[in-house]
């Protein structure tokens, strides 16, 4: 059975509204809370080959602040630790914050993982390279590979999220783009498996990583690496997405 190369809803439902409001397409938006205030956020270390470049917070728990091998003029953002051990002079102790962002990070994971009545399912065997994707609840019980390069299309109150089963692949030097306004803050990926963004290649969304999330070298990421286990990173960039309403993590 052949698969198009476009899946696409309407990208706006209803039109306008008075004072030019569009209506939001796709499932309702996840909530991070205050995970939603790092770049990245990891219960289990960030290990890092020299030199990657991070826009946003950065934080480590319950794992002590020895875990987290960044250092200060690779963050252009705050470093967070439970301890005394984090990178010199630039972490901050903020062990009570961290953990409610921890708690957070778990629960966005459960409210994507438990969203039900899936737009599409099993799309593509597991394989999306090449297609272009409108908003909706997306679901793959085994793994989700981006083996060439895929669009997000919508406006940017539209909302993407995808619930992965299994591990999630991007292959080296391939790029997920948006278009039509689509924002990456609006893109979810829930994933069950370790997560590999390739060397050289482009990702955009917010990760929700129940292991594993590794970043090669030279990969570039605009969105949020919220990982439950470790995050790995080689001369790497990470850039979290503008949201509004971001709670603040104070230490």
């Known amino acids: 059975m052949n698969i198009s190369k476009t899946i696409l809803l309407p990208l706006i439902i ?6 030019s409001t569009i209506a939001a397409s796709g499932p309702s938006p996840i909530n991070l809370r205050s995970a939603g ?6 219960q289990s270390g960030i290990t890092d080959v020299y030199r990657s470049a991070i826009v946003g917070d950065v934080g480590t728990s319950p794992i002590t602040g ?10 252009t953002g705050n470093i967070y630790t439970v301890d005394a ?15 409610v962002a921890i708690n957070d990070m778990g629960f966005a994971y459960e409210n994507a993982a438990g969203r039900t009545s899936p737009d599409f ?3 593509g065997a597991g394989e999306i390279g090449g297609l272009t994707l409108a908003p909706g609840l997306y679901k793959w019980s085994s793994d989700l590979n981006i083996s060439t390069d895929v ?4 406006g940017p109150n539209d909302v993407w999220i995808m619930q992965v089963s299994g591990e999630l692949t991007e292959a080296s030097a391939v790029k997920v783009t948006l278009a039509g306004g689509a924002l990456a803050k609006n893109i979810i ?16 969304g917010v990760i929700l990583g129940k292991t594993l999330i590794a970043v090669n070298t030279g990969a570039s990421v605009n969105g949020r690496l919220l990982a439950q286990k470790a995050v790995t990173l080689q001369k790497s960039n990470i850039t979290a997405p503008d949201n509004l309403g971001l709670i603040e993590l104070n230490p």
Do not use: K, N, R
């Open 151 to 154: 669009t997000f299309s919508g």
């Open 14 to 19: 209803g039109g306008f509204f008075s004072g």
């Open 189 to 204: 990926w829930q994933v069950a498996g370790s997560v590999t963004i390739g060397t050289y290649a482009h990702f955009e």
């Open 121 to 123: 399912t099993e799309l």
């Open 85 to 99: 051990t984090g990178p010199l002079p630039c972490y901050a102790i903020a062990p009570s914050s961290l953990s």
């Open 37 to 42: 205030s790092f770049a990245v956020l990891s």
């Open 66 to 75: 020895a875990a987290l091998l960044l250092e200060c003029d690779e963050v």
